[in-house]
């Protein structure tokens, strides 16, 4: 299955990159780029699997949080803790829309409903 990235989710990998480089370095930084895509191909390749889960509001809308694509990475590329959610649905015409990519801590169903009104592609 194909996907498209938001304006949002682009932003916000520029941003997770720009920030893992500045606290953990280049090397770390690259690990959790890889655990990034791995998620996202992840979805796009099955949106409804294990780890996904919809969100009451708005509906369509599910979350995946990247921790569930660890065992898909490398172990020596493995990141201990990421924190981050993506935030997708799957368009009409079959192609998974990642809307948002945002920190764990975040209120998840304010996020969804901002990325959701929000969403450009």
């Not at 996904?52 to 509001?57: A, H, L, M, V």
């Not at 799957?90 to 945002?102: H, K, Q």
């Amino acid at each position: 299955m194909r996907y498209r990235l938001a304006k949002a989710a682009e932003d916000a990998l520029v941003s997770i990159r720009i920030e893992s480089i500045r606290q953990w370095g280049k090397v770390v930084a690259n690990r959790y780029d890889r655990l990034l895509d791995q998620a996202i191909e992840g979805i796009a390749e099955n949106p409804f699997a294990l780890g996904s889960r919809e969100i009451p509001r708005p509906p369509g809308i599910k979350v995946y949080h990247i921790k569930n694509s660890r065992h898909h990475v490398e172990r020596e590329d493995r990141i201990g803790s990421p924190r981050h959610l993506i935030i997708y649905r799957v368009a009409s015409d079959g192609v998974v829309e990642i809307l948002g990519i945002i920190y764990d801590r975040m209120l998840l169903r304010r996020a969804a409903n901002r990325l959701t009104k929000d969403a450009v592609f």
